[in-house]
């Protein structure tokens, strides 16, 4: 009998393209849909590596069509996760960040 198991550690995210993985309401929609993500997904290219960086730590501020400037301030906070995952859940930012901007 053969077994095969399967490993897959991933959310979404990698599974972006390119051009979508520096969009950051796009990432966020992903990452509120799944609650957490892997360190390799992650670490995947240098695309997906500087968002995480920017949601993660540095927060957001994006500037609208007539120019106004809203500043959303961090966007995640991890709560735990056993390696590989990080569990994250939305700051009030990253929820009014996708209240802003819905689909």
């Not at 007539?66 to 939305?90: C, H, M, S, V």
Request: proline share 2%; glycine share 8%.
């Amino acid at each position: 009998m053969t077994r095969v198991i399967v490993c897959s550690f991933s959310s979404g995210l990698d599974d972006m393209k390119r051009k979508d993985q520096r969009d950051v309401v796009k990432v966020l929609r992903i990452l509120a849909q799944c609650g957490r993500f892997s360190v390799f997904e992650a670490t995947a290219n240098q695309t997906i590596a500087t968002m995480m960086d920017k949601i993660l730590h540095k927060g957001c501020t994006l500037v609208a069509a007539d120019g106004t400037k809203r500043n959303y301030g961090l966007l995640l906070k991890t709560t735990g996760g056993a390696f590989p995952w990080t569990e994250i859940e939305l700051t009030a930012g990253g929820k009014q960040l996708l209240e802003d901007n819905p689909a």
